[in-house]
């Protein structure tokens, strides 16, 4: 479906509409509804039914003890205004990471690191340059090395359903990927940290979101959970100990990040805590909740589906000698285009955020709508990658729908990595750096799973916010041809 991009001044002019309720108790109110009553996706549909718009106003988060200076937010949640994020000259991206709470940055030695910084800071454009450039020196070795982390951890499934009638992909697959990311950014074994890295940064990465996350306690009890840990910030120190081993991990590896560093300018501190943010925090976090949305998902597709992936890359890789390359992965439009889909469906970045440069006009399909600078713009990414206006039968998981050139051009109204899926990252916009290593090991993953597996069987779990959905692996059936 072609749709201009610029259409504000055909639209109608709107106000924005949104009732945000009294002080304090409408925000309470909201953040009631939102995280616990009704659900993200249900509280962001009923408001979109009840205005009838898919731009709205509403309170995000308790504005008067945790630091948060306005809890009121503007909710895109369509596919044509989602982009006005990605507009730099029009948004601050300043500690817009995850809304207008920012955790302190005692959680990272003292720096803000790059996430939170906006691409006109001219370090958020050096520390770019340096992961792009990280990412790129290690290519060579992603796939070998991913292989033996993939297998590793289907040896373990198969060993826990053998002697368990099931497996949990959940734990196996998060440990994986923290392993997986230390050993190929900077040559850490899992020993090096005596396998307890996954268990650290869990602990870090738990303790400074909290106060946006949900610790899956039952209904009745979420007046508890709020009240305790979405009121107050959580201090540092209960996990600087852990965050202090991973640094030291990292600072004392041989990775050659820091001489490209040091001719930036970037000191070593500065950079050793950047990296372990974007280890940590960016990569490790998509790929946990992406790995086991991809288990979920591809399962939900079904029999007939993995027969017809098992198809594509066993052709694909019989024909390149049994090696799979990057130049293989390329050649699977079925698993490429089912990635894609998993992305669609349960994009691993739910929420993003930026604050108006200026007073500005943003269009929705059908209207258009006054912003006023300093207004913080909240797109919410699983309703946008649902747009029925764009994407047809936009709940169904349809593993071919970004096959063909008609299919690869809805490419342009996917936004997973912080920008449009066809736009590169680059030193000056905030599109996800991690980009096409994210894709590569996903590609990968479906490829080692369907070399070694015609089929499986699984229970799907509850869906956690910055976690993902919990896999129960019930059966594998080992690959009968090759
Ligand atoms: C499916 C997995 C992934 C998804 C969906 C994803 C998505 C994103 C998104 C949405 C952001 C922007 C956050 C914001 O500014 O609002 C981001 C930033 C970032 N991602 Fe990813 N990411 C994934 C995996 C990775 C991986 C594997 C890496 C590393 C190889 C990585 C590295 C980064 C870094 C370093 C940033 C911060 C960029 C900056 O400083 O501006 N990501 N990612």
Same mark, same amino acid.
């Given at each position: 479906?072609?749709?201009?991009?610029?259409?504000?001044?055909?639209?109608?002019?709107?106000?924005?509409?949104?009732?945000?309720?009294?002080?304090?108790?409408?925000?309470?109110? =909201?953040?009631?509804?939102?995280?616990?009553?009704?659900?993200?996706?249900?509280?962001?549909?009923?408001?979109?039914?009840?205005?009838?718009?898919?731009?709205?106003?509403?309170?995000?988060?308790?504005?008067?003890?945790?630091?948060?200076?306005?809890?009121?937010?503007?909710?895109?949640?369509?596919?044509?205004?989602?982009?006005?994020?990605?507009?730099?000259?029009?948004?601050?991206?300043?500690?817009?990471?995850?809304?207008?709470?920012?955790?302190?940055?005692?959680?990272?030695?003292?720096?803000?690191?790059?996430?939170?910084?906006?691409?006109? =800071?001219e370090k958020?454009g050096k520390l770019?340059s340096l992961?792009?450039? #990280?990412?790129?020196?290690?290519?060579?070795? #992603?796939?070998?090395?991913?292989?033996?982390?993939?297998?590793?951890?289907?040896?373990?499934?198969?060993?826990?359903?053998?002697? $368990?009638?099931?497996?949990?992909?959940?734990?196996?697959?998060?440990?994986?990927?923290?392993?997986?990311? #230390?050993?190929?950014?900077?040559?850490? =074994?899992?020993?090096?940290?005596?396998?307890?890295?996954?268990?650290?940064?869990?602990?870090?990465?738990?303790?400074?979101?909290?106060?946006?996350?949900?610790?899956?306690?039952?209904?009745?009890?979420?007046?508890?959970?709020?009240?305790?840990?979405?009121?107050?910030?959580?201090?540092?120190?209960?996990? $600087?100990?852990?965050?202090?081993?991973?640094? =030291?991990?990292?600072?004392?590896?041989?990775?050659?990040?820091?001489?490209?560093?040091?001719?930036l300018?970037l000191?070593?501190?500065?950079?050793?805590?950047?990296?372990?943010?974007?280890?940590?925090?960016?990569?490790?976090?998509?790929?946990?909740?992406?790995?086991?949305?991809?288990? $979920?998902?591809?399962? !939900?597709?079904?029999?007939?589906?993995?027969?017809?992936?098992?198809?594509?890359?066993?052709?694909?890789?019989?024909?390149?000698?049994?090696?799979?390359?990057?130049?293989?992965?390329?050649?699977?439009?079925?698993?490429?285009?089912?990635?894609?889909?998993? #992305?669609?469906?349960?994009?691993?970045?739910?929420?993003?955020?930026?604050?108006?440069? &200026?007073?500005?006009?943003?269009?929705?399909?059908?209207?258009?709508?006054?912003? $006023?600078?300093?207004?913080?713009?909240?797109?919410?990414?699983?309703?946008?990658?649902?747009?029925?206006?764009?994407?047809?039968?936009?709940?169904?998981?349809?593993?071919?729908?970004?096959?063909? &050139?008609?299919?690869?051009?809805?490419?342009?109204?996917?936004?997973?990595?912080?920008?449009?899926?066809?736009?590169?990252? !680059?030193?000056?916009?905030?599109?996800?750096?991690?980009?096409?290593?994210?894709?590569?090991?996903?590609?990968?993953?479906?490829?080692?799973?369907?070399?070694?597996?015609?089929?499986?069987?699984?229970?799907?779990?509850?869906?956690?916010?910055? !976690?993902?959905?919990?896999?129960?692996?019930?059966?594998?059936?080992?690959?009968?041809?090759?």
């Open positions: 479906m072609a749709l201009s991009d610029d259409r504000s001044s055909e639209l109608p002019l709107k106000e924005i509409p949104g009732d945000l309720g009294l002080p304090v108790l409408g925000p309470i109110s =909201d953040r009631y509804h939102y995280n616990y009553l009704e659900g993200h996706t249900e509280f962001i549909k009923s408001r979109m039914e009840e205005y009838n718009s898919t731009i709205f106003r509403m309170n995000l988060l308790f504005a008067e003890f945790i630091n948060v200076p306005d809890p009121r937010v503007i909710v895109l949640a369509d596919a044509v205004s989602f982009p006005i994020l990605f507009d730099h000259s029009k948004v601050w991206k300043k500690d817009a990471l995850i809304g207008n709470y920012a955790p302190s940055t005692s959680f990272t030695g003292g720096y803000r690191v790059s996430a939170y910084l906006d691409p006109s =800071d958020h770019k992961y792009l450039g #990280l990412f790129a020196s290690i290519h060579h070795k #992603l796939i070998p090395v991913s292989q033996t982390f993939f297998g590793a951890v289907f040896d373990k499934l198969e060993a826990d359903v053998a002697a $368990k009638g099931e497996a949990s992909f959940n734990t196996y697959s998060d440990d994986m990927a923290v392993n997986l990311l #230390l050993q190929v950014f900077f040559d850490i =074994d899992p020993a090096k940290l005596r396998n307890k890295g996954p268990a650290m940064l869990n602990r870090w990465l738990g303790v400074q979101f909290l106060p946006i996350a949900s610790v899956g306690l039952p209904k009745w009890l979420s007046w508890v959970e709020d009240t305790l840990l979405h009121t107050f910030p959580c201090p540092s120190f209960l996990v $600087k100990s852990d965050y202090q081993k991973i640094y =030291d991990a990292i600072y004392t590896s041989s990775t050659p990040v820091f001489d490209e560093a040091k001719k300018g000191s070593k501190e500065e950079t050793c805590h950047n990296l372990v943010f974007m280890t940590g925090a960016n990569a490790y976090a998509g790929c946990r909740v992406h790995f086991r949305a991809l288990m $979920k998902w591809i399962h !939900i597709g079904g029999e007939n589906l993995h027969k017809d992936l098992a198809n594509e890359i066993r052709g694909v890789v019989k024909s390149g000698g049994g090696v799979v390359t990057l130049a293989s992965l390329e050649k699977m439009p079925l698993t490429k285009s089912v990635v894609y889909e998993v #992305l669609r469906m349960e994009p691993p970045a739910e929420n993003h955020y930026a604050t108006a440069k &200026e007073d500005m006009v943003i269009s929705s399909h059908g209207a258009s709508f006054q912003v $006023k600078k300093g207004e913080v713009l909240f797109g919410y990414q699983p309703l946008a990658a649902r747009d029925p206006k764009i994407f047809e039968n936009p709940n169904e998981f349809i593993g071919t729908r970004f096959m063909g &050139e008609e299919g690869e051009k809805l490419l342009r109204y996917c936004y997973w990595f912080n920008e449009r899926q066809t736009v590169d990252p !680059i030193p000056d916009n905030k599109q996800c750096p991690g980009k096409d290593t994210a894709l590569v090991l996903a590609r990968l993953l479906v490829v080692e799973f369907f070399l070694r597996y015609d089929t499986f069987t699984a229970d799907i779990g509850n869906f956690v916010t910055l !976690i993902g959905s919990t896999v129960t692996i019930k059966t594998l059936t080992k690959a009968t041809s090759d």
